[in-house]
């Protein structure tokens, strides 16, 4: 079993519809992110969390909100998505007691969402 | 402000052939973190290496090295005999040691090792 999971995988929908996308992870780290990747662009950072009780914006937060609700699992929603979110999301992890703090990011496999 | 810059977009190489793929990264820490990650076609995140910034010591794992230069503020990666499988999007990233783990991201640079 992936130790980062990302659901769903693919997903169609149309604008201004509400979107969750979800995830989850077995690792046991305390640190947990949500990135976009658009063609050209790389991974931009939208919120990450280092507890349940800390969530914090990264550099592209507008139109997205986040949701921690456990230290396992860390959801992002699209409250009313439109065209330009179209993108392949990722969820990532790293762990803040390794003592190493460049502990690289564990990634989820993506979740590739269509706005039309 | 921290800036990772991939300036090549497209590689395409015949295998066998060696190739580097270059990254350039900006940074005010004195204490930062270098990676390299591989996206097959099949789209998941490969963690490749990791290096920190007071250690310039090249690194060498098998076909793949990476050359981490601190006057230049690179951190090129080099495969070696191409083959086809090593075909995806490299991204470099960085990440600055206080700022919580989060990673600045190169643009990626597209490999393509033709048979």
């Known amino acids: 079993d992936a130790d980062v999971t990302q659901t769903p995988r693919n997903r169609i929908t149309k604008t201004g519809k509400r979107i969750m996308l979800e995830c989850s992870q077995t690792k046991g780290h305390d640190r947990m992110y949500w990135y976009r990747q658009d063609p050209g662009l790389g991974l931009r950072l939208i919120y990450y969390s280092f507890d349940v009780k800390d969530i914090n914006k990264g550099e592209i937060s507008d139109g997205y909100s986040v949701s921690r609700q456990a230290q396992a699992k860390f959801s992002l929603s699209l409250e009313s998505a439109i065209p330009n979110q179209t993108a392949l999301y990722f969820c990532?992890?790293?762990?803040?007691?390794?003592?190493?703090?460049?502990?690289?990011?564990?990634f989820g496999d993506g979740t590739r969402l269509s706005i039309l | 402000a921290q800036k990772v810059t991939q300036a090549q977009t497209e590689i395409s190489v015949v295998e066998k052939e060696d190739v580097t793929l270059d990254c350039v990264y900006e940074?005010?820490?004195?204490?930062?973190?270098l990676f390299w990650y591989k996206q097959p076609p099949s789209g998941e995140l490969v963690f490749l290496i990791r290096?920190?910034?007071?250690?310039?010591q090249n690194e060498i794992s098998g076909r793949y090295s990476w050359n981490f230069q601190k006057s230049t503020s690179s951190f090129n990666f080099t495969i070696t005999a191409s083959q086809v499988v090593d075909s995806a999007v490299y991204f470099c990233?960085?990440?600055?040691?206080?700022?919580?783990?989060?990673?600045?991201f190169g643009q990626g640079t597209e490999l393509s090792v033709k048979p």
């Open positions: 990532a992890t790293s762990d803040l007691h390794t003592g190493a703090p460049g502990e690289p990011q564990h």
């Open positions: 290096r920190n910034s007071f250690d310039e």
């Open positions: 940074t005010r820490d004195t204490t930062y973190y």
């Open positions: 990233a960085l990440s600055g040691r206080n700022q919580g783990g989060k990673l600045i």
